[in-house]
């Protein structure tokens, strides 16, 4: 019973008001500055999170994207591409093998 009545003492304000409790005070007002504080870092916790969350998002995205265009540009390069590419300016492929050509002969 003691217990309620310290409790409701506390929340109607009369152990604020009494001398004896005056003492305790620097002390709840540290536990009240430590929650607000533990308040304040779970939001900021929370913040994060969700930046983390959205970045990594973000990375997949842009994994994929660099995925697709790489493979994109592997197909621009396979030779007959290429060949397909040249032979509307009227250029073939040669059939003779390239030489080396000596500057001392």
Same mark, same amino acid.
């Given at each position: 019973?003691?217990?309620?009545?310290?409790?409701?003492?506390?929340?109607?304000?009369?152990?604020?008001?009494?001398?004896?409790?005056? !003492?305790?005070?620097?002390?709840?007002?540290?536990? !009240?500055?430590?929650?607000?504080?533990?308040? &304040?870092?779970?939001?900021?916790?929370?913040?994060?999170?969700?930046?983390?969350?959205?970045?990594?998002?973000? /990375?997949?995205?842009? &994994?994929?994207?660099?995925?697709?265009?790489?493979?994109?540009?592997? &197909? /621009?390069?396979? &030779?007959?591409?290429?060949? /397909?590419?040249?032979?509307?300016?009227?250029?073939?492929?040669?059939?003779?093998?390239?030489?080396? !050509?000596?500057?001392?002969?």
């Amino acid at each position: 019973m003691k217990k309620n009545k310290s409790i409701l003492s506390v929340l109607k304000g009369d152990f604020f008001s009494k001398k004896e409790n005056r !003492i305790h005070l620097p002390f709840l007002f540290l536990i !009240i500055l430590l929650l607000l504080l533990n308040i &304040r870092l779970s939001f900021n916790a929370e913040s994060l999170l969700k930046k983390s969350i959205k970045l990594e998002i973000d /990375v997949s995205d842009l &994994r994929l994207t660099y995925i697709t265009t790489k493979s994109d540009l592997m &197909r /621009v390069y396979k &030779r007959s591409s290429v060949e /397909v590419l040249v032979y509307k300016d009227k250029l073939i492929s040669s059939n003779i093998p390239p030489y080396i !050509i000596n500057a001392n002969e």
